[in-house]
């Protein structure tokens, strides 16, 4: 594994593992800072494509495509976790890379990400492995007769995964979820699902945003409001909790913890993704210092920036179900309101449940910021429907 003797400095040039919407508002991010980004992936014309200095084509699992790849970069992250990791592996053998493929492991495979977390003594929602039909009944029974049923690794916004509601029902789920391992997870009662992003440098340097509240539908994130309506001990709550992740982990960039708040206001850690995430998008608005940037400074090995907030804001996603009936009025959208910020990813194809970009608004209390992003998205859906 190669590591760092010292700061990359703008001017170098910095590889992405992955070509998605999060690679692409990092290199906006590092290109303002004055950095070159390659990045690398199977796809062509992507998101990231669209605005880094390079774009190489190649399968993940051609590890001499990789290794060539990291050769002609200074130092290497990746955009999600669905990077194998043993590309990750190999890039490690060419140049630095930040975070840690072990935490990418980690993070890329439930069963491993939960029992990491207990392991370090974080408190998680209740869960047993299932490798076969058999044992999604006794973890049924275990966990009260109900539960999430999750593929163990490679899913995410609600793909890999299936409600069980009662014993009779887990060989039907075992089968719809065609996999050789999985994790059942108890139905926890929640008052409400907050994220806490936090930013480390290799020095140790952290730094914490939020927390921000979630709503999902259908298992994607559809509405972020920031900050969440908890109060200060709370608050604080999560951030001392995310930092302590990041810390047990050694975490060397920008990590998101999501986390359920019980009715008993105790704060479970239902996930962790290492690198931005789609509930901090709104930072690039709304705070003094994005994720994004605060991802190239800590991979880069420079001072992370203030994440002051300036103003509460909402994000909503914008899914490719708006484009159904042809393509979105965004001038109805933005008429709305001046205050709304409109994102888009630069995907060529609107797929139903596909994340297409989002909308922020900014305003003078959270609630404001809400029914402005809201309304923006709806100009959009009456838009579509004509």
């Known amino acids: 594994m190669i590591e760092l003797s010292g700061p990359v400095l703008p001017g170098a040039t910095i590889g992405v593992l992955g070509s998605g919407q999060l690679g692409r508002m990092f290199a906006i991010a590092a290109r303002q800072l004055g950095y070159r980004v390659h990045t690398f992936s199977p796809a062509y014309d992507t ?9 190489v084509c190649q399968p993940y699992e051609d590890l001499e495509a990789v290794r060539s790849f990291a050769a002609s970069v200074d130092v290497m992250s990746f955009e999600f976790e669905n990077v194998p990791a043993a590309t990750a592996a190999a890039a490690a053998e060419v140049a630095p890379v ?24 974080f408190t998680t929602t209740e869960f047993v492995a299932v490798r076969s039909v058999d044992e999604l009944r006794d973890g049924l029974r275990r966990l009260g007769g109900a539960g999430l049923l999750k593929t163990a690794g490679w899913g995410y916004d609600g793909k890999g995964q299936r409600r069980v509601r009662s ?20 139905f926890v ?8 992003v936090v930013a480390r440098g290799a020095d140790g340097e952290l730094v914490t945003y939020g927390p ?8 994607i994130l559809d509405v972020t409001l920031s900050p969440a309506p908890v109060d200060d001990g709370l608050a604080e709550q999560a951030r001392a909790l995310a930092r302590r992740i990041a810390e047990s982990f050694e975490l060397v960039g920008v990590l998101c913890a999501e986390l359920f708040v019980t009715r008993d206001r105790r704060l479970l850690v239902n996930e962790l993704a290492p690198r931005p995430h789609n509930s901090g998008h709104l930072t690039i608005d709304a705070c003094l210092t994005s994720q994004f940037e605060q991802q190239v400074r ?6 992370l ?6 103003r509460p804001a909402a994000m909503v996603n914008l899914l490719g179900d708006l484009w159904a009936d042809g393509e979105p009025d965004w001038q109805a959208a933005l008429r709305s309101s001046p205050a709304l910020k409109l994102h888009l990813y630069g995907k060529g194809e609107p ?4 994340k297409m970009g989002h909308l922020v608004a900014l305003a003078s209390t959270v609630e404001e910021a809400r029914e402005i992003a809201l309304r923006g998205r709806q100009a959009l859906q009456r838009s579509s429907a004509r």
């Open 189 to 196: 009662d929640f008052e409400r699902e907050l994220s806490v």
């Open 351 to 354: 797929r139903p449940g596909r």
């Open 298 to 303: 800590a991979v880069c090995g420079l001072p």
């Open 167 to 186: 014993v009779d029902e887990a060989a039907a789920a075992w089968a719809e979820l065609a996999t050789d391992e999985a994790i059942l997870e108890g």
């Open 305 to 310: 920036g203030a994440p002051t907030q300036l």
């Open 212 to 219: 921000v509240e979630n709503h999902h539908v259908d298992g």
């Open 98 to 121: 930040r975070p840690a493929g072990s935490l990418l492991e980690t993070t890329q495979h439930r069963l491993r990400e939960k029992t990491a977390l207990r392991e370090r003594g």
């Open 47 to 55: 998101p990231t494509g669209q605005v880094a200095d390079l774009e």
